[in-house]
């Protein structure tokens, strides 16, 4: 009776699986599509525009990205890796409030904090008028670095992403084993050593894939490069579209921006398959080495620096000029985009949690390779910058609205309008593109966590997977699908670039409001926006940093050993 049971479960998920494992298979053909458009713009002629910029400034901005893509990676890796290593490997005053706090920069967008510092550092900001008051200097008899300025930008972007590398870098440094440290150490080497000669090298790989991912996010930004002026191809791809109008150029550029992707991709896949250094010890590393006099302060200084340059500081800075505006800056209008703002991020959110957790349990129940490919290429978006998409969507849907109002008139004389891309639609198919991939992830790591007999006893006793789906995996996975819909909210919140590109006439977000405000030199304005942004984003953040610091790696308790060297 039981082979019955199981022959019948087993028909009845076969009959199923068929129209779950479809679904997946559009649902990724559906998000592939604007990559797909983009792609296949390099091959249209363009209105001469392509040639134009080929001759004049396509250089300037593949050297211009290069430039600042090197900056990043040095910048990030150096705060990063360090900030890592120390909260990992030592025990110092503050330790426990630091290793969650290096991690709120996150929060921070890289347009906002440039917005915040220009007006910190700029000539008639306080840093200036402060150093002519104490010195009696003039305009012009001093040097002061620009901060609006490519090296601005690489600041900028390294002290908001360096959290990418920390993350990843901390947890490799914290599974590390301590007898190998040890084995260094008894070998001669000291702190550094031991550091370079063997910590490093194990956590190569969680470094290059941080790496990887802070570049991905400086491809992507627009905000920061389009306010210091900086020439990177984000920025020529919106003058392309909007200042020069011919979107085949605008096309042709993202199709570069996306190759440059492909090949950071591609070098953070080879680094990992080339990596020849293994941690193949079972003892994780519990018991951090307690630092005592100077060297304890001097630790905590450093690690105390990112988070105070890439968070408290420049959120201080828009608190101030918030403070002291005379002029009301909470009106209506304020309200609405804060009400944009959320709703967009609502939205977007319930649907990407929805499209997730249909995607992550059709890979877990059908057993075909064609799911498995369907779940990674619905995941690719979130290495595509938002320009990049914001283009493959444009160009094709703004053709089927004019296509579709054009015969609706001719046909029966209504005036449809724009049903796409004059509403919501088109921006939030844009950022389920962008960000479904982090609720993806996130709600495949929960699903491994439910045993399949669960699945299997709801089959025997008459559920469909659908009916398996939203009796038994939702009210289990309701931690996770809040976590994701969370992290998707706030990544909503802070996107610019597609916002800025495919938004509606006459309805704005807090971003849009940031940026625009921020370019008129209305930096109250735009810093009570940017304050609003910063408080979504901290929260979850601060939850989740918490937690972090929570776990028996980064608790650090046990023993003290001995003051290192």
Known sequence: MSNAIAANAGARETGVQ???????????????????????????????????????VLPEYVGTTVIVLLGVAIGVNAIG??????????????????????????????????????????FAGPVQSMLRDVTGWQAREYWFPEVRST?????????????????????????QSMSLIEAGRQMGRGVWGTFFSVGLPLARPAVAAGTSLALMETLADFGTVSYF????????????????????AAAQLAALLLGVVAVLVFVEHWNRGRARYYNVASQPMSRPHVLSGWRAWVVMVLCAIPPLLGFLLPAGILGQVVWTETEPLLTTRFYRLIGNSLFLAGVTAVAAVALAAVLAYSARVVKHREVAVANRIAGLGYAVPGAVIAVGILVPVTRFDNLVAHWAEAQFGIKLGLLFT???????????????????????????????????????????????LARVHVPILRGTLLTAGLMVFVDVMKELPATFAMRPFNFDTLAVQAYNMAKDERLPEAAAASLVIVAVGSVPLIVLSRAIARTRGGSGSGGGQAAAK
């Open 151 to 175: 090296s601005g930008a690489i600041a900028m972007f390294s002290f908001v992403l360096y959290p990418y590398v920390y993350l990843i870098a901390r947890a490799a440094f914290l599974e």
């Open 422 to 468: 004059g509403g919501i639609a088109a921006l939030v198919y844009a950022y389920l593109v962008r960000f479904l991939a982090v609720a993806l992830q996130t709600v495949e790591a929960g699903l491994t966590k439910v045993r399949p007999s669960m699945e299997d006893a709801a089959r025997v006793l008459g559920l469909t997977p659908a009916q398996t």
């Open 81 to 122: 890796i360090f900030a890592a290593w120390f909260v990992a490997w030592f025990r110092f005053p503050g330790r426990g409030f630091l290793e969650w706090a290096l991690i709120l920069p996150l929060a921070m967008p890289a347009y906002v904090m440039a917005y915040a510092y220009t007006d910190f550092l700029q």
């Open 229 to 248: 002026a900086v020439n990177t191809f984000t920025a020529g791809i919106y003058r392309a579209w909007y200042s020069m109008g011919d979107q085949v």
């Open 18 to 56: 068929r129209p779950l494992g479809w679904a997946s298979i559009l649902i990724a053909i559906v998000l592939a599509a604007p990559i797909v458009v983009v792609v296949g713009h390099v091959f249209l002629p363009s209105q001469g525009t392509w040639n134009h910029l080929a001759a004049t």
